[in-house]
């Protein structure tokens, strides 16, 4: 007897799956989970007409597993620390697990999340198998995408300036390196004079404009004005959390993108992905080209740019936008 996995189904064989003290099936002619001792005498006929069919496998020590893949994602070191030791207790994992979880709410979702994924993935999984005994295609299983996600717990904004707001970037960069395992300092170009500044820019093939300043000479240099700059950024209920700043180059019809940051304690749910994602979609309808070059991105951040279809020459990092869908 085949059946039709439809959303309701999957959440119904879930919660079957993480029940540890009964014995459960899956019952094809009425599409509910059921008890193994509330059937019929009958048992032995029916689940040869393939009414009755086992549940996917999911053990405690597959849950198990699944927290140490969530935990290995955590980019916050205090708190990854936290969930290792939680699985680390010989008893009570499971319950302390959560307590840690509890301290994070937006961990906290992501997880839940991350297990309701994975669940999702076995019941397809399963699925699969009993639709090749049926002689039928696969079916794929679509994952939520981060965005979908993400759009539950953040805020995001287009915020448009004038010019770079340095003071802002500085308290958020101030903020990332706080907590932050990375030595890293973020180079910008108003540590330098005017001069040192366009002799950087044509060395790389393009005059990089980190402030208003430099922006502004630019200006001056090139008989153009300087275009707003643009903020793509990510809120919660604690305030800033993400930020990509937009400058726009007066000639070449070219945008970059100087600046690009999350928390610490966000990093790790795809922050930063949809706000560079969201920069690419901003601009390419005003550019041909976006540049990104903060210098000091770190390695996970290049592995994202090269991905999204930026190409590195030199120091910096190049998109082209007009072949794009």
Known sequence: MTFILSPEIIDDII???ENQTEILLF?????ICVDM?????????????QRYYDLPDWT???????MEQFTARVHNPLLREALLNALGQRKGVFRRYKEVLKTAPIVEREWYRFK????KAAVYEWY???RKLWGLEKISFEDETDSQLLQEDFTFLIEKYDALNTELLRNFIRKTEATSEDSDKIISFDDFDEKAAFEAGRLLGYTSFFDANVCAAAGQKYGTTQHNAVYITAYNENGLCGVCSIVAFPFNESFCIPFLRVLPEYRGLGLGKELLQRSCMYAKSLADVLIFADFCTPAHLIALLEREGFEQKGLLYIKDLSGDE
């Open 27 to 31: 019952d094809a002619l009425e599409g």
């Open 15 to 17: 919660f079957a799956m």
């Open 37 to 49: 001792d509330e059937i019929d005498d009958d048992y032995g006929t029916v689940i040869d007409d």
């Open 60 to 66: 405690s020590a597959q849950g198990f597993h699944v």
């Open 116 to 119: 309701d994924q994975q669940m």
């Open 128 to 130: 699969n198998d009993l």
